[in-house]
Every structure is written in structure tokens, then in C-alpha cells.
């Protein structure tokens, strides 16, 4: 079992995003789900991974903002 997380980018000028349908055909091409799950940030959706940002607000003018959801997964030792 595994758990695969990924942020899509498609409201920056050089990022084309998926669609709902595109997106589905890509999950099951590269990894065959068991389950999918899409929750959708909107403009301020980002991943943060190891202490460092991986994606970015696509709105410049957004500094900091309250998050109304977060996906939180993590282990201790």
C-alpha cells in the first residue's frame, strides 16, 4: 500500500493544468488507484514537503492566508 499526494498547478500563464476527466485518465495510467480522492485549493492551493514549499499561490498578491483544509499525513519515530 501506498499513498501518492500531488498538487496541480493550472492557474499560472506556463501551467496548463488537468481536467477532472484528464486528471482521472492520468492516475489510472500511471498508478491504477484504489481510491482518489480531489480536493480542490483553488488558487491558493500549494504543497509543502520536508520544511520547503514545492508549488506556489498562482495569486502573487496572496502573502499569507488562513487555510480552510489542509491534508496533513506523517509518521514519528
Known sequence: ??????TVDGRLT???GFTAKELTRFLIKYFD???A???DGGTSAIMWYDGEYVTKCSNTA???RYLPNAWV???TN
Do not use: Q
Open 14 to 16: 506556463n501551467c496548463k
Open 1 to 6: 500500500n501506498r499513498l501518492i499526494m500531488f
Open 62 to 64: 496572496i502573502l499569507c
Open 73 to 75: 499525513y506523517g509518521y
Open 33 to 35: 488507484p484504489k481510491y
Open 37 to 39: 480522492m480531489n480536493l
